[in-house]
């Protein structure tokens, strides 16, 4: 499987944007399907994600009520809406996919997207 991410952007403080993951050689339903971030100098760490069922995996405490992961079945594509953006959010954003298991590990991902790039202005 393939995993292609964009969307990113330079947004300022309080902005929306919606990153895309289209996944190619693959059915988005066959894989556990995640978003990790890495700011400069930090550990990449996990944001949210979706289960082959759809079902929502708890997304990282620092984006609750303001992150949300959906799916486009018909586009293979997995969207990451973020709202309500805050400098602290600046950071490359990967998705990664795997097909069993649900982790907050991202080492225990098998398959990523080259990343995109997220900035928010104050």
């Known amino acids: 499987v393939q995993l292609q991410a964009s969307g990113g952007g330079l947004v300022q403080a309080g902005g929306s944007l919606r990153l895309s993951c289209q996944v190619s050689?693959?059915?988005?339903?066959?894989?556990?399907m995640v978003w990790f971030r890495q700011a400069a100098g930090k550990e990449r760490e996990f944001v949210a994600g979706?289960?082959?069922?759809?079902?929502?995996?708890r997304s990282a405490e620092s984006v609750v009520g303001r992150f949300f992961v959906s799916r486009d079945k018909a586009k293979n594509t997995m969207y990451l809406h973020m709202n309500s953006l805050k400098p602290g959010d600046t950071a490359v954003y990967y998705c990664?996919?795997?097909?069993?298991?649900?982790?907050?590990?991202?080492?225990?991902?098998?398959?990523w997207g080259q990343g995109t790039q997220v900035t928010v202005s104050s």
């Open positions: 990664a996919s795997r097909q069993t298991g649900s982790s907050e590990d991202s080492r225990e991902y098998d398959y």
């Open positions: 050689r693959g059915t988005l339903e066959s894989y556990v």
């Open positions: 979706v289960l082959k069922t759809g079902l929502a995996l």
